[in-house]
């Protein structure tokens, strides 16, 4: 038999799957897989499914019903002050991932090279791969997380052809500063290099922070494409309504990919997203700020049962350093916490494609509060009995 395509047979089963399926299997709290335990806002819930009975029902246009496309570029003006042509410049994807595959697929030639920070969200590398992309990384290593500017200086050289940056960053939790978006906006400029920007967790920043798109920076309106996903913003994970803002020469080949990818995207959930986006500013406040407080809710418990945590200032997860505990590196522990502790979280490692480190695992704390508290007395429990 020939063999498959050697990108995807190369490859395990993603690790928030492998981890979901384990956390079933042992009846585990499952910390792992980041989505939230509540569902989003029932107006919301209720606007889908009355667009499912009214319609519509049949395909939309391929780039997204003009209602979720305007609501995309008015808050891109209402947060961030960008002008956007609903028109030109925004579609509609089935999901973040459907979106960077699509950017990614029509932005990539053989041998041109890809910037990309490790940690790195899993579905990056092998759709760079797909591409023919040669991906160049650039390491974040923890608690910091800080970006060493000779390391990206010497990522970057003429064959970039564009630099991935998820911000919020999943799992380190880390929200770029602007010195830091600066410097990357700075060597796109200087190398002709485009950033395909992972903000499905823009709206979950804390501490008073606001998010910066990349795409605000000198020079980035017309290198930038930015992605955002209903999924995190309005806790509908399994809705996978995503969306790309682009000036109108990048959105044109993704547009090309997309329609060959899904073509187009279920229309009455865009319908209920659509209004989700004109939800006023409280509803985007409280997002933030109860994950702010499951946060600081979930870091003080590991604190105090001595598993220390990095700082997490946005997304759904907080990163844990449990190389003191002695239950091996961060696989088998998060494996060994699963079927002992019954608390499932997933190992950092697997956002690493060379040399991670083997100490840090991350919990995500979207959950009800009684759900983080039982986590954390299992621990505590599984802690002392050894
Ligand atoms: N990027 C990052 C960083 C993510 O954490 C996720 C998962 N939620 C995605 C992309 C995929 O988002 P979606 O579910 O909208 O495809
Ligand atoms: N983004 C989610 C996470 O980081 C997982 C999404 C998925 O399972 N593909 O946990």
């Given at each position: 038999m020939k063999p498959a395509n050697r990108v995807f047979t190369s490859l395990g089963t993603t690790?928030?799957?492998?981890?979901?399926?384990?956390?079933?299997?042992?009846?585990?709290?499952?910390?792992?897989?980041?989505?939230?335990?509540?569902?989003?806002?029932?107006?919301?819930?209720?606007?889908?499914?009355?667009?499912?009975?009214?319609?519509?029902?049949?395909?939309?246009?391929?780039?997204?019903?003009?209602?979720?496309?305007?609501?995309?570029?008015?808050?891109?003006?209402?947060?961030?002050?960008?002008?956007?042509?609903?028109?030109?410049?925004?579609?509609?994807?089935?999901?973040?991932?459907?979106?960077?595959?699509?950017?990614?697929?029509?932005?990539?030639?053989?041998?041109?090279?890809v910037v990309l920070f490790e940690p790195l969200y899993d579905c990056y590398l092998p759709i760079v791969r797909l591409a023919g992309g040669v991906p160049k990384f650039v390491r974040l290593t923890p608690p910091e997380w800080k970006v060493d500017r000779a390391a990206l200086e010497a990522a970057f050289s003429d064959k970039t052809k564009l630099i991935v940056v998820n911000n919020p960053l999943n799992p380190a939790g880390k929200v770029y500063p602007r010195e830091e978006?600066?410097?990357?906006?700075?060597?796109?400029?200087?190398?002709?290099?485009?950033?395909?920007?992972?903000?499905?967790?823009?709206?979950?920043?804390?501490?008073?922070?606001?998010?910066?798109?990349?795409?605000?920076?000198?020079?980035?309106?017309?290198?930038?494409?930015?992605?955002?996903?209903?999924?995190?913003?309005?806790?509908?994970?399994?809705?996978?309504?995503?969306?790309?803002?682009?000036?109108?020469?990048?959105?044109?080949?993704?547009?090309?990919?997309?329609?060959?990818?899904?073509?187009?995207?279920?229309?009455?959930?865009?319908?209920?997203?659509?209004?989700?986006?004109?939800?006023?500013?409280d509803y985007y406040a409280s997002l933030a700020g109860d994950l702010e407080k499951k946060r600081d809710r979930l870091a003080a418990g590991l604190e105090a049962i001595g598993i220390p945590v990095a700082h997490s200032a946005g997304t759904y997860f907080l990163t844990a350093d449990i190389g003191k505990l002695g239950l091996g590196d961060d696989a088998e522990a998060c494996k060994r916490l699963t079927i002992e502790a019954g608390v499932t979280a997933v190992p950092v490692s697997a956002f690493y494609e060379n040399d991670a480190p083997r100490n840090f695992v991350r919990f995500c704390f979207s959950?009800?509060?009684?759900?983080?508290?039982?986590?954390?007395?299992?621990?505590?429990?599984?802690?002392?009995?050894r």
């Open positions: 690790i928030f799957e492998v981890m979901s399926q384990l956390a079933v299997k042992h009846g585990s709290i499952n910390l792992g897989q980041g989505f939230p335990d509540v569902d989003g806002p029932e107006d919301l819930r209720a606007s889908a499914a009355e667009a499912v009975m009214a319609g519509p029902n049949q395909y939309p246009s391929m780039m997204g019903i003009p209602e979720l496309r305007q609501g995309v570029a008015d808050a891109n003006k209402r947060f961030y002050g960008l002008d956007v042509d609903w028109q030109r410049e925004v579609m509609v994807t089935s999901g973040a991932t459907e979106a960077l595959t699509d950017c990614l697929l029509a932005l990539i030639e053989p041998g041109d090279e978006l600066e410097m990357i906006a700075e060597l796109c400029v200087r190398h002709d290099a485009y950033a395909v920007c992972d903000e499905v967790y823009e709206h979950i920043v804390f501490d008073g922070a606001g998010h910066i798109p990349l795409m605000t920076l000198p020079g980035m309106r017309e290198r930038a494409l930015r992605i955002g996903s209903a999924g995190k913003t309005f806790s509908f994970t399994g809705w996978k309504i995503g969306y790309v803002t682009a000036a109108p020469a990048l959105l044109a080949p993704v547009a090309k990919a997309h329609q060959f990818m899904t073509f187009t995207t279920t229309p009455n959930l865009q319908k209920a997203v659509a209004r989700g986006l004109a939800k006023g500013d959950k009800r509060d009684e759900v983080l508290d039982e986590a954390v007395s299992r621990l505590r429990r599984y802690i002392a009995g």
